[in-house]
């Protein structure tokens, strides 16, 4: 199993990001895929899901802000991320279940 993101970097608040995560070694279109994020001196927390059938769950603090898709075609998983907070810096990782991680990219917002 190999999970690689792309996509973070430095952005303004109120800017955009959209992650990626390249996925291989395994059926992606029938795996769940989730992204979670570690903050800087944080623990992780988990941001969001996406399952095979499309289904999405998202934490309450992070609904309306980030959409999480998925292109089974391209066995990838992103998370469209709008109105970055200061706050939102951060290594994203993309996850299935809780036992493989990707390797992370760097969100970070400053102006």
């Known amino acids: 199993v190999q999970l690689v993101e792309s996509g973070g970097g430095l952005v303004q608040p109120g800017g955009s990001l959209r992650l990626s995560c390249a996925a291989s070694?395994?059926?992606?279109?029938?795996?769940?895929m989730s992204w979670a994020r570690q903050a800087p001196g944080k623990g992780f927390e988990w941001l969001s899901d996406?399952?095979?059938?499309?289904?999405?769950y998202y934490a309450d603090s992070m609904k309306g802000r980030f959409t999480i898709s998925r292109d089974n075609a391209k066995n990838t998983v992103y998370l469209q991320m709008n109105s970055l907070k200061p706050e939102d810096t951060a290594i994203y990782y993309c996850?299935?279940?809780?036992?493989?991680w990707g390797q992370g990219t760097q969100v970070t917002v400053s102006s």
């Open positions: 996406i399952y095979s059938d499309g289904r999405t």
């Open positions: 070694g395994f059926t992606f279109s029938n795996i769940a």
């Open positions: 996850v299935i279940g809780n036992d493989f």
